[in-house]
C-alpha cells in the first residue's frame, strides 16, 4: 500500500513540477519585454555600471544566438 501511495505522489508532484513549468514559461514569452526591462531595472540598482553592461552584452550576444534556434 506504501508503495502505491509513493508512487501516487511521485506522479503528482511530477505533474505539478511540469504544469507550473509550462505555466510559466508562457508567461515569460509572452511578456518578456517587462521581464526584461524590470531585470534590467532590478539590476541597474544594485549592481556597478560595469555589470549592467557586461550583463546587458552577455544577454544580446544569447538572444542573437538563440533567436536564429526558434521561430
Known sequence: PSNGINAMG???SWTLNIGLGLIFAIYMLLDKERLMMQGK???RAYASDE????????TR???QTFSNFFV
Not at 51 to 58: A, E, I, K
Request: charged residues 10%.
Open 10 to 12: 511521485t506522479a503528482l
Open 41 to 43: 531595472r532590478i539590476l
Open 51 to 58: 555589470w549592467v553592461n557586461r550583463v546587458s552584452y552577455v
Open 61 to 63: 550576444v544569447a538572444v
